[in-house]
């Protein structure tokens, strides 16, 4: 796989992509591009570029990014700032607790020659030695290169403020869940969806009745009036999403949905640059079946819900797909995991664009039942204070 390496063209030191600016930043001098600014400064020095003969495999461009010799492993971003990373690895490893691993498969880290452990799906991560962010370009090219993107948008200091803001909400929370030490295992994760749009045709007949009931006098009258009914219709569901990574913590990874998809981006590996990220190993082919089943169902539901009339049988319901469109995206999303004192793993998630927040958050049961007891306390005291007054 090939090395990828985003360099600052002012120091030659490592670029990040910066969230809160939508750039990328350069640790070291400070200076900051857009994508647009290094498209341009990549064409500029293609066009200078002169041919040298070396007796040595030559460094190619790719995409504004310094492509090192083939066979050299899968890229490094140096990360200046080392607080957490470990932490972040814990969490990172806890996410997938539980789940089926692949094999893992070794390269070698360009910065330091430590040995980088991963598993088969894992397209960006960390060097657990030098902590040089390192991207696995090759894993994510071909039929598994990305078709869109979104960005982080929410950076981690404004991922832990609104983190902060969740918890202080919940009485009842432990407090070592506020703990820093804690916080420091947030870890930015994109992640891999399957996003469809299908468009379905429907039909639908149905044997339906028309109750009155009246009363004149003493007497009460019904009358019941019987119709077939026919509908026929098409429909069409747009942004769908499933996730598409085995291991993945299902329930995490949805409950974030939804996201704004007008902002999505055409796919750089660039904005991998200091996070996680996972490619997919779920295929449409594997998920097909499942999606049409629930988009019939949908579209049956919505022809049915047209039928207003007080009693309704339906006697036959064909819904056909017409057309689907499938789109291989990666989404940004924070996670965190805390391991209680009852040894179970609690997780919490939060959409990396809009900031929505999900999860199971551990409850101090010394708090609770302080609380309770402190409240049936109160009662019993009123009961006794309003006994006395009578």
Known sequence: ?????????????????????QNYICEYCGSTFTQEELD?????????????????????????????PK????????????????????????????????????????????????????AATFCYYCHNPVVLGGRLQGDFLPHRIVPF????????????????????????????????????????????DVDLKGAMQADAKKIRT????????????????????????YEKMENALR???VDLVTGVLPYNLSQTEEFNMGYLSGFFAEKRDIETRDIADQ?????????DKLLRETIDFDVVKVKNSDVRLKKENWNYLMLPVWTLTYKGKDGKLYYFSMNGQTGKVYGKLPVDKLKLFLHSALTALAVFGIVILGGLMT
């Open 1 to 21: 796989m090939a090395t990828i390496s985003f360099k600052c063209p002012n120091c030659d030191g490592e670029l990040k992509f910066n969230p809160s600016g």
């Open 71 to 122: 066979g050299a492993s899968d890229g490094t971003f140096i990360d200046t700032d080392h607080n957490g990373i470990d932490d972040r690895f814990e969490s990172y490893t806890n996410f997938y607790q539980g789940k089926d691993k692949d094999t893992a498969q070794v390269f070698i880290c360009p910065s330091c020659g430590a040995e980088v452990v991963t598993d088969s799906t894992t």
């Open 214 to 237: 009246w009363r004149t006098g003493n007497t009460e009258y019904t009358e019941t009036k019987s119709y077939h009914v026919f509908r026929e219709g098409e429909i069409s569901l």
């Open 153 to 196: 948008k929410i950076d981690r200091k404004e991922a832990e403020k609104r983190f902060f803001e969740f918890i202080r909400k919940k009485h009842y929370v432990p407090k070592g869940f506020f703990h820093p030490k804690n916080v420091e295992k947030f870890t930015g994760i994109y992640f891999p969806y399957w996003q469809y």
């Open 291 to 299: 999606v049409h089943t629930e988009m019939r169902g949908y579209a």
């Open 40 to 68: 341009a400064m990549k064409r500029a020095e293609t066009k200078e570029q002169t041919v040298e003969v070396e007796e040595k495999e030559p460094t190619i461009n790719i995409d504004g990014v310094a492509v090192g």
């Open 247 to 249: 291991k993945a913590n």
